[in-house]
């Protein structure tokens, strides 16, 4: 069954366009001038129990806003939205028990208290026995390491310790269901990491459905098998990362080892140097010549070591946010 179905979802912002001057002001106050930005313009896409898909996109593509949608915090201009079959916008109490939206971006702790009174309102707000409460909470400060800071205020916690605080207030009801709007951003590498590790625990353990968005695409690698790509509002991409990798990799990476330096003028003819240092040289081939100029390095030169790799992901991706839809 399908946890979340999305068809032809659509999201239109009226915003209103002021002109700068006195008099263009004051005639806006009787006659305003609404434009239509379409945040999300027509996406459709459906996500099973216990999947885990990365939704990504450039600056602006529509993914915050369709994540506010699928919580129910937007009310859409036009399509279906059912999550857990019902409908988001309604905000029912159950509805609202089995998921939950986590935004990197914005602080939903009280700033002044100690992260812990959030999770007790939250305790409330989901009805948890004191049981249950407890046992949670134990579980989530175990798993993220965290311990007393729980008591200290939320202001006093570093970037890292803050966002593990906003993911326990967010998991303490153990939601089946998980929005996450970029939960890595601006965490350190080792950070990332351990976010990244709880992340994908938690979608293990319970079975969880998660729609994720990063701008880190270490991310999306580790954690989702398929993603959805979106641009300026519409859907350009939705399957397995691996064939969006086999259809975007037109080129290889080999990377030579000499005994003695990098013959530079005899590389130029196998492809684009991307880089010569001593004897080490990093060629950009073609794919389909990739294999021909590995037995040329080889046969015509005394090679080190040969090592021949797919394109970063970052590439790939960077070239499919151009707007190639596939
Ligand atoms: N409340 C709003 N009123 C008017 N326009 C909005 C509103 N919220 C979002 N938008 C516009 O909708 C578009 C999509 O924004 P959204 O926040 O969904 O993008 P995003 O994919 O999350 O981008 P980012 O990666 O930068 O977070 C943008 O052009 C944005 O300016
Ligand atoms: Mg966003």
């Given at each position: 069954m399908n946890t979340i179905k999305v068809t032809g979802l659509k999201k239109y912002f009226r915003v209103y366009k002021r002109k700068e001057g006195l008099i263009p002001t004051i005639n806006s106050l009787f006659h305003r001038k609404y434009s239509e930005v379409k945040a999300v313009d027509g996406i459709s896409f459906s996500i099973r129990e216990g999947e885990l898909v990365g939704f990504i996109g450039p600056n602006g593509a529509g993914k915050t806003t369709t994540l506010k949608c699928l919580s129910g915090l937007l009310y859409h201009s036009s399509g279906i939205v059912e999550v857990l079959g019902y409908i988001p916008f309604e905000r029912k109490a159950d509805f609202l028990k089995k998921i939950s939206l986590v935004m990197g971006q914005k602080n939903q702790l009280w700033w002044d208290l100690p992260a812990v009174e959030s999770f007790r309102l939250n305790k409330e707000i989901y009805e948890l026995s004191e049981d249950v409460y407890r046992k949670n909470l134990d579980e989530l400060t175990g798993l993220l390491d965290v311990g007393s800071l729980i008591n200290q205020p939320v202001r006093q916690l570093s970037l890292g310790q803050r966002m593990k605080m906003e993911l326990i207030a967010a998991?303490?009801?153990?939601?089946?269901?998980?929005?996450?709007?970029?939960?890595?951003?601006?965490?350190?590498?080792?950070?990332?990491?351990?976010?990244?590790?709880?992340?994908g625990n938690y979608n293990k353990k319970y079975k969880a459905t998660i729609l994720l968005t990063s701008h880190y695409m270490a991310d999306v690698k580790e954690l989702c098998r398929r993603v959805i790509i979106i641009n300026k509002g519409k859907l350009i991409y939705d399957g397995s990362l691996e064939s969006l990798s086999q259809k975007y990799s037109f080129h290889k990476i080999i990377t030579v080892h000499f005994y003695s330096d990098a013959?530079?003028?005899?590389?130029?003819?196998?492809?684009?140097?991307?880089?010569?240092?001593?004897?080490?040289?990093v060629l950009k081939v073609d794919k389909e010549k990739a294999k021909?100029?590995?037995?040329?390095?080889?046969?015509?030169?005394?090679?080190?070591?040969?090592?021949?790799?797919?394109?970063?992901?970052?590439?790939?991706?960077?070239?499919?946010?151009?707007?190639?839809?596939?």
């Open positions: 998991l303490i009801h153990h939601p089946k269901v998980l929005f996450l709007d970029e939960p890595t951003i601006g965490l350190d590498i080792v950070m990332q990491k351990k976010m990244r590790d709880f992340i013959p530079e003028n005899k590389l130029k003819n196998l492809g684009e140097i991307k880089l010569i240092e001593g004897s080490k040289a021909n100029v590995t037995v040329q390095l080889l046969e015509k030169n005394k090679v080190r070591d040969l090592t021949v790799e797919e394109p970063e992901l970052e590439d790939i991706i960077s070239f499919v946010f151009e707007g190639k839809s596939v």
